[in-house]
């Protein structure tokens, strides 16, 4: 299956009110550009974890009132699920694309990749692009580079990721909607590979926990 990029009408699906609406302009337009970036990107992920990785498209079966502000496939080592594991993420939003190394609030081990983590911060923050973002709750369109945090920064989010139950990780690249790569399926492919041969450590990392 082959990927496509995704296009001004793609993302003007965010602007349409109502749940039902929304809903199945996500179902038309993104869910088979989602599936196919899915299928296109296991094969690399799955080479490069050295285990399967299952495609798994949101559905947003939960969503009873508000409309989803953004959709997304997401890649783990569990056929039956992604979020109460590490897991890889491709989505977007009205704005922008992203790709991202995700451990969010039903991942049960988050203070043991946060001590780990913290303690190789010397090794692994030098592998990491300056311009990749981190998030602390992926409902949020909020985010931060890693060069505007800095290493204390990074601690502070870190440290909140031991302590706090709720706290999230997510970390990796964001392209904005007029990025050219967004437009175009081929270098977009390469751009969401590239992005997450760099995420290898940190899902590495999570994993020890699983």
Not at 1 to 11: A, E, I, N, Y
Not at 98 to 124: C, H, S, V
Not at 135 to 140: G, L, W
Not at 179 to 191: P, Q, T, Y
């Amino acid at each position: 299956m082959s990927m496509t990029g995704f296009t001004d009408r793609d993302f003007e699906v965010f602007t349409i009110e109502g749940l039902e609406p929304r809903m199945e302009a996500l179902k038309e337009r993104i869910r088979p550009k989602l599936e196919a970036i899915g299928e296109s990107i296991a094969p690399h992920l799955s080479k490069l974890t050295g285990e399967p990785m299952y495609v798994h498209v949101a559905k947003h079966a939960r969503r009873t009132v508000n409309p989803p502000d953004e959709t997304w496939v997401a890649w783990s080592g569990q056929k039956r699920g992604y979020k109460s594991h590490p897991h890889f993420q491709v989505g977007l939003r009205e704005n922008h694309v992203f790709a991202l190394f995700a451990l969010i609030y039903e991942y049960p081990n988050k203070p043991g990749f946060a001590k780990n983590l913290m303690e190789q911060l010397d090794e692994r923050l030098p592998e990491l692009p300056s311009d990749f973002v981190v998030s602390q709750d992926h409902t949020r369109p909020e985010f931060q580079s890693l060069e505007e945090l800095g290493r204390d920064g990074l601690e502070d989010v870190l440290t909140r990721l031991q302590k706090v139950k709720k706290a999230e990780f997510l970390c990796g690249r964001i392209l904005d909607r007029q990025d050219s790569a967004v437009k175009d399926g081929n270098r977009l492919k390469r751009e969401i590979e590239t992005t997450f041969d760099r995420l290898e450590s940190l899902y590495r990392l999570a994993v020890l926990f699983r």
